[in-house]
């Protein structure tokens, strides 16, 4: 399995280069900017081809900026590759914009950046300039690693800060974990919940969501400018706050896969869930909307591959109304108000969320052959203690038609108040 990772690095410049750092940012994004504006051929249609916009910008863009020949080749493929994004989507019938750049960032390459233990040389329009990483624990676990390979890197500049970041890429290969066991989880609102009964308590980051929500709607009113620069502060702070709670679950539900053995994670194919689901209140909406169901499963397969643990998605149609020990499915077989599970065919009793991560797990279990991953083999799902083959239930499982496009969550239970 191929692992790659971008480290961000606050970078000491030296005060007499910091302007070639801004001016090569810049010239950059003139550059990108130039390539879309002339990116079309002679039907009008965008140019996806490397070699074709080399042709139609690259001499142009040599004599209207000072950008070394490898920078101006990094910005247009920049923005052919934002160009292809944007061809992909009207393709989908979405509409969107022509990309545009103004962020203050450049893409380098091994050509244009060379990168050492402590200090990294960039590329400008100004010759090379030389600067120090200002390295912390987490940046030197993984610049210091030799099984990774430093591959490229994006400068960065934060006006808030002042300070220039060069964000790293570095990549390695990780052999896949043996074995077939899987670890399912479900997610909701409030809580993310194993197969193997382990419950990682969302609330707290719900809580501080709507903590930040009702702060930010009282500096909206006020509308004055020193309300607008709190905005700015409050935003950080929700951010790493964010981040730092989707950080801790996602590394516990890795830690739980390695704890019982699993070389598989299976979590919903969440795809358009704030659509589907019946949000039918506007706090509800609000929940959904900021509730970062993609960001988690993100950092859940981030952490997964640094071990080997590969993370697969199944369709969540009915997983909270279907009985994991009987295949019987029902609206009413789950409480609502309290989330608790009880078949209305076998009476198997169970907390709602517990036994919909089940379903999540056995799921992936029981695809066909011909649909589940290489190397999968017949299965087991972790459970709290032992494991579960798919031929151990009701061969309902493997009969289900899980292409309905439904949900049944959030619950009630999982709202909250």
Known sequence: MEVK?????????????????????????????????????????????????????????????????????????????????????????????????????????????????????????????????????????????????????????????????????????????????VLGVDLNLNVAVTSTGQFFDGGELLWGQNHYFRVRRSLQDKGTRSARQALRRLS??????????????????????????????????????????????????????NWAFRELQEQIAYKAAEYGIRVESVNPAFSSQTCSKCGHQSSTNRDGATGWFACNECGYEVDGDYNAAKNVGLRLLALPSGKRPGGLGNGQLALKSGTLNVSDVSNVHSSLEFERESTDKPTASAVGS
Request: aromatic content about 8%; proline content about 3%.
């Open 5 to 181: 990772r971008t480290v961000p690095v606050k970078l000491d410049v030296p005060e007499e280069r910091r302007d070639d750092l801004q001016q090569t940012i810049q010239q950059f994004n003139t550059a990108a900017n130039y390539t879309i504006d002339h990116g079309k051929g002679d039907d009008g249609d965008l140019i996806l081809n490397k070699s074709t916009i080399h042709d139609e910008v690259y001499h142009d863009l040599r004599d209207e900026t000072d950008l070394p020949a490898n920078l101006v080749v990094r910005a247009y493929s920049k923005a052919v590759e934002a160009m292809k994004s944007t061809v992909t989507e009207w393709e989908k019938g979405n509409s969107r914009p022509l990309p545009s750049f103004d962020e203050p960032s450049a893409v380098y390459d091994k050509r244009t950046l060379t990168i050492k233990d402590e200090y990294a040389t960039l590329s400008t329009v100004n010759g090379r300039v030389e600067a120090a990483f200002v390295l912390g624990e987490y940046q030197r676990s993984y610049l210091e690693d030799d099984d990774y390979e430093k591959r490229m890197g994006t400068l960065h500049y934060r006006p808030d800060e002042d300070t220039f970041y060069l964000h790293i890429v570095i990549q390695k290969e990780v052999d896949q974990r043996d074995g077939d066991r």
């Open 236 to 289: 950080g702070r929700e951010n790493r706050f964010v981040l730092n709670r989707l950080h801790n679950i996602s590394r516990g539900i890795v830690e739980e896969a390695l704890r019982h053995d699993c070389s598989y994670i299976t979590v919903e194919d969440l795809t358009h869930i704030r659509e589907r689901m019946d949000a039918h209140n506007e706090r509800l909406k609000r929940q959904m909307h």
